[in-house]
């Protein structure tokens, strides 16, 4: 096992390389490092080079210095496997790692080849927002005017902060400024129109109880990906891989190797 830097966008970056053999890279989900994925890790590198990264603001990698949108990512993931010098891979993502794939997946003249991806808990579906969604959007918004009226502001300078932290996720409140700006560009970009375009055997592993990405989104990637399979694991949740990880690794196993 190797732990590296790297310089990619102007960004130290670091990333794991280990085995040997066929190309496998791993993107990790939002807020999550490479030792989330150690156990994926430690069973592809049995028969595959596999490469897994603390993306731009997680683990040891530099946060960027302005907000990005998911094309900042894909060229991001692009500049790192040209500058590995990898011609052919397979993809594996995890939650916003999927989502990365996904729009990957629809960029044209790429000077390396990916043979396959997998998606676990992939994000990439927004949903219509419920009507109590709606109502804390626009109570949130409401406020937020509010505290930001000068004199309020003066009083109360960190009412704003705290108002964020009310309204806002575990990972928007776990966040800096600018990772808080780049998560609310990134889920609010519905990839729906992306799928159909993913040309290579696609599999997509779900946890049935997951709620950060629920299973319904695997269903739509699955009916709207030419080359796509679900697969449904019980009892399991958003980090399906760590809950399950001998029926989650035999599955990737044999999917990667093709059935050998």
């Known amino acids: 096992m190797i732990?590296?830097?790297?310089?990619i966008k102007n960004l130290s970056i670091n990333y794991i390389k280990k085995g040997s053999g066929k190309t496998v890279l791993i993107l990790?989900?939002?807020g999550t490092t490479i030792n989330t994925y150690m156990t994926l890790i430690n069973s592809i590198s049995n028969y595959a080079t596999v490469y897994c990264l603390d993306m731009p603001g997680f683990g040891e990698s530099q946060e960027p210095s302005?907000?990005?949108n998911i094309d900042d990512y894909v060229e991001f993931i692009i500049e790192f496997i040209k500058k590995q010098e990898i011609k052919k891979l397979d993809l594996i993502g995890h939650s916003n790692g999927g989502r990365i794939i996904i729009k990957l997946m629809n960029e044209k003249n790429l000077d390396f080849e990916v043979d396959?991806?997998?998606l676990i808990g992939s994000a990439g579906i927004v949903h219509k927002?419920?009507?109590s969604q709606v109502f804390k959007i626009k109570t949130y918004k409401f406020l937020k005017k509010t505290v930001e009226f000068k004199p309020i502001k003066l009083i109360f300078p960190n009412l704003l902060t705290k108002l964020k932290n009310h309204f806002g996720s575990e990972d928007y409140k776990n966040a800096t400024p600018i990772m808080?700006?780049?998560l609310?560009?990134?889920?609010?970009?519905?990839?729906?129109?992306?799928?159909?375009n993913i040309n290579v055997p696609t599999l997509l592993i779900w946890g049935e109880n997951d709620t950060a990405t629920p299973i319904s989104d695997g269903e739509i990637m699955e009916k709207m990906i030419p080359d796509a399979g679900l697969i449904k694991v019980e009892?399991?949740?958003h980090y399906v891989f760590l809950e399950k990880p001998q029926y989650v690794n035999i599955i990737i196993n044999t999917f990667l190797s093709g059935g050998k």
Request: aromatic share 12%; proline share 6%.
């Open 3 to 7: 732990l590296i830097k790297t310089i």
């Open 129 to 131: 927002k419920t009507l």
């Open 184 to 196: 609310v560009n990134l889920v609010n970009t519905d990839l729906r129109e992306y799928l159909p």
């Open 235 to 237: 009892n399991s949740s």
């Open 28 to 30: 990790p989900g939002w």
């Open 66 to 68: 302005t907000y990005w």
């Open 116 to 118: 396959k991806i997998i």
């Open 180 to 182: 808080r700006q780049t």
